[in-house]
């Protein structure tokens, strides 16, 4: 059984940064696609970063500001997330896919974490 383990929300103000962190037991980490989503109240889950050991991809609304990153090594992803804005407020979750190939589509993704409150004031 895998399990996800986040950790690094908070109460930030505009401007500020965060950093989140994913760690997994269980099978092997460097073989999954990993994703990190958000969700707001109302709104629907998205996905603002993915990462494989060939690529990555961010959201539109965070390139610039987040960065996603992997330490096999570690079995941990992260999530370092800068001038963050209030619209950034959400629960975050990190996931995990089986896939191959990179995707950012939710339904792919095969295990998931607890999620953790990011809230941004301004």
């Known amino acids: 059984q895998v399990q996800l383990v986040e950790s690094g929300g908070g109460l930030v103000q505009a401007g500020g940064s965060l950093r989140l962190s994913c760690t997994t037991s269980?099978?092997?980490?460097?073989?999954?696609?990993w994703g990190w989503f958000r969700q707001a109240p109302g709104k629907e889950r998205e996905c603002v970063a993915a990462?494989?050991?060939?690529?990555?991809y961010r959201a539109g609304s965070v390139k610039g500001r987040f960065t996603i990153s992997r330490d096999n090594a570690k079995n941990t992803v992260y999530l370092q997330m800068n001038s963050l804005k209030p619209e950034d407020t959400a629960v975050y979750y990190c996931?995990?896919?089986?896939?191959?190939?990179?995707?950012?589509?939710?339904?792919?993704?095969?295990?998931w974490g607890q999620g953790t409150q990011v809230t941004v004031s301004s």
């Open positions: 269980g099978r092997t980490f460097s073989t999954f696609v």
């Open positions: 996931a995990a896919a089986t896939s191959v190939l990179l995707t950012t589509n939710a339904a792919r993704y095969d295990y």
């Open positions: 990462i494989t050991d060939a690529s990555t």
